[in-house]
Each structure stands twice: as structure tokens, then as C-alpha cells.
């Protein structure tokens, strides 16, 4: 709310993106209750939902900009014009573009495929619209969300760990067969309509055996012909192409985010072997059940979301045969971390501290791991809590 609120009037579009079910919808509507009905005339608001049926005969570009120009046109003032799950419409785009040339209008989209916005924005609305990622809930708004749990910090950390942090599952009990059946309904209506209808899937069982390397694989390196070779192995002959076609089906539907490895010596991007992690880490044990002996790829991914709700670029580094899990940079600033479990033998304090000492530069160098008692820090490496990084207790 507090990176919109400073472009609310002004002539760029907002365009409001996330995965299904992480909360932009309830966003549009506490974005008018709170800010736009004192701006403007409730009669200049026309707020289209393209997941009720109020809305169903909005199918096109046509049909979008006819529906505009018939509620607002006869209009005084400035109006307000916000669609919700803009890709649900065809063409959109056209639409859009046309009515944001008008300066009467102020346009708010939002839309859970990242390809959509990617491309047809881009070639249409040029320096005229604003991107505002939403994720799934955060720690912080997780405790906010449970209200008068009596539960510890810890606790309240390890049900985050355990069911993710998609809203909607704070209406139930946190207990394994409720919410993971709701969730395992969210990852159903990503696969069916974001991916399977968009891109008229006939192997749906081969899109789910892709999920369920995706998602046992979080913070690994992965590429299209391992998944093949893997697939092989279990007597599917599938080709790579293929593969990298349904990975990038589930990069549009924002159910994963891929991320590049950075040459930190040679100061360039890679090309290969990224990583994959999910829009949220419910998704993962609803689908594969909840095991506790795998959370450091888990962990790593809750950092991963946290530092993109953050703001910052986030990439993996690469030091000769080393590895630093995420390099954050923001404007003007850049953090090196390492994630892990826990630092419970020599061996892994080596493997987590050693690439950050190699770097030579003066950023900022973390580990993060779930060990509560740390003493010094570690040749000017911090060492944190997860949960007080998550918590800004530090």
C-alpha cells in the first residue's frame, strides 16, 4: 500500500501481480475503501472482477472498453476504472491501452500470469504503467493474520514453515488434511486454468510429474535436460524442449520464480543451470507431504520470497567451484547470504562461511540459520537468527 500510494492519480497504469490466491483482489478492495472513495464519487468507480459472473459477458477487448466508456463516459470528474484478473479477458491489452490515453481515467489491473504482462504491456504501454508484485504472506503478516495465537514466535515459525503463507488458510485450523487440501485446490485451479486451459495441455500427468520434480528440487540447481534424463529414468520419453516449455508454464502462473546465477569474479550473469523456488512453500507439501528431514531448500526459499518482498534483485552467486545462495541488490546496496539449517558441524561452517570470505568487496556478508546461540560473528560475517531476519529484530 505504501509503494502505490504515491502513484494513486497519477497518468501510469497500475498493474498488480501475483499468484493465485495470495491476497491482490482483497488488496483492489482495500485500495478503494481506502483511498480511492475519498479521491473520487462512488459512481466513478467501476471495478471489474473477472472471477464473478456479474462480469462474464466481458470476454474481449470490445467488450472491456464498450463496458468502460458506458459507466464512465457520462461522467463528471476523474474516474476510476480497476480490472481484476485482467488476462481472463482477451486482448486485452487494446483496451487497456486505449482508455490510459485518456486523462479522465486512472487504471488498475491485476493479473496472475507474468508472461502477459511481460510482453503485451511492454509493446503497448511503454513507460505508461508501474508493476506492484504481491507475494504470499510474510512472517510478520502471518502473526498478524493468526491474531491472538497463544502460540511462541517459534511455534508461529514453524507452522509458517509448515502451511505457507497464502492467506485464506488463516479462516481454518492449522492442521495438515485442512489446509493442505484447500491449498492443493489452488495449485488445482493453477494447473487447470492458468496452465492446462491457456495452453491447451493434453499431458496434464506429465505437467504434474514436472511439478513434483520442480518442487522436490527447491534451491537446487536444475536444468530442462536433467528433468528430461530424470524422466527417462522412469520410462517417459520426454524430450527437452518439452520440459522447458511446461517449467516456463509454471514461471507464467508465478507459482515458481527461476533465479540466475551471477559470476561474481567475472561480474556477469549465467546463462545455465538456475534455480527454481515457489510462490509459496505450501504449494510443496501439499502436494508432497511435510518433511521435516528436507527444510533447508524450504528455508531458502521463504528467504528468497522475503528478500523479493523487500525489493531487492535477487541472484545466486558463483565463486570458482563455491556457491553464495542469494546476492540481494537494491538501489545502491548489495547483501551476500547463505542459508542453512543449522551450523552443526565445522564441516558445514566451512562450506557456508568460506565463499563469503573469498569475496573481496565491503557489502554486507549473512548467514542465516535456525541456531539460536551464535557468540562472535565470524571474520565479519554475521550470523542470524532465520526468524529474526524475517522479523526485523536485527
Not at 481472463?88 to 490515453?101: D, F, H, K, P, Y
Request: charged letters at 30%; aromatic letters at 10%.
Amino acid at each position: 500500500m505504501d509503494k502505490i500510494r504515491p502513484f494513486i492519480g497519477k497518468p501510469v497504469i497500475k498493474v498488480i501481480t501475483g499468484m493465485r490466491r495470495v491476497g491482490k483482489s482483497y488488496f483492489l478492495r482495500q485500495l478503494i475503501e481506502d483511498f480511492i472513495k475519498n479521491a473520487v464519487p462512488e459512481e466513478n468507480i467501476l471495478y471489474i472482477d473477472k472471477e464473478s459472473l456479474d462480469f462474464d459477458h466481458i470476454r474481449t477487448y470490445q467488450d472491456l472498453n464498450h463496458a468502460a466508456v458506458h459507466a464512465l463516459n457520462h461522467l463528471e470528474g476523474d474516474k476510476i476504472l480497476l480490472v481484476d484478473e485482467v488476462q481472463e479477458i482477451s486482448q486485452w491489452e487494446r483496451a487497456v491501452a486505449s482508455l490510459a490515453r485518456r486523462e479522465d481515467i486512472d487504471i488498475y489491473i491485476t493479473g496472475s500470469n507474468a508472461h502477459l504482462f511481460s510482453e503485451e504491456l511492454a509493446t503497448l504501454l511503454s513507460g505508461r504503467y508501474i508493476e506492484f508484485p504481491i507475494y504470499s504472506l510474510s512472517f510478520e503478516e502471518f502473526r498478524l493474520f493468526r491474531g491472538k495465537s497463544r502460540k511462541s514466535i517459534q511455534e508461529d515459525f514453524s507452522d509458517y514453515v509448515r502451511f505457507g503463507g497464502l492467506p485464506a488458510i488463516h479462516h481454518f485450523d492449522l492442521r495438515d488434511e485442512i489446509v493442505y487440501q484447500y491449498i492443493g485446490s489452488v495449485f488445482n485451479t493453477i494447473l487447470l486454468k492458468d496452465i492446462v486451459k491457456r495452453h491447451n495441455i493434453r499431458n496434464v500427468q506429465l505437467l504434474e510429474n514436472i511439478a513434483h520434480f520442480l518442487f522436490d528440487n527447491i534451491g537446487n540447481v536444475l536444468s530442462a535436460k536433467r528433468i528430461s534424463d530424470y524422466l527417462k529414468s522412469q520410462k517417459l520419453n520426454v524430450g527437452v524442449d518439452t520440459v522447458q516449455n511446461y517449467l516456463s508454464y509454471y514461471l507464467e502462473a508465478l507459482a515458481a520464480h527461476k533465479v540466475s546465477r551471477y559470476d561474481i569474479k567475472g561480474k556477469r550473469l549465467l546463462e545455465i543451470h538456475e534455480k527454481y523456488y515457489l510462490g509459496d512453500t505450501g504449494i510443496r507439501h501439499a502436494l508432497m507431504g511435510y518433511r521435516e528431514s528436507e527444510l533447508s531448500g524450504v528455508l531458502e526459499n521463504i528467504i528468497f520470497l522475503e528478500l523479493k518482498r523487500r525489493g531487492y534483485k535477487v541472484t545466486i552467486g558463483k565463486l570458482g567451484k563455491r556457491e553464495v545462495d542469494f546476492i540481494a541488490t537494491g538501489t545502491g546496496e548489495k547483501i551476500y547470504i547463505q542459508v542453512c539449517y543449522l551450523l552443526a558441524s565445522d564441516e558445514t561452517i566451512e562450506r557456508e562461511f568460506r565463499p563469503l570470505e573469498e569475496i573481496s568487496d565491503n557489502y554486507p556478508k549473512i548467514v542465516l540459520s535456525m541456531d539460536t546461540a551464535f557468540g562472535h560473528d565470524h571474520g565479519g560475517i554475521r550470523r542470524i537468527n532465520v526468524v529474526d531476519f524475517l522479523t526485523g529484530a536485527v
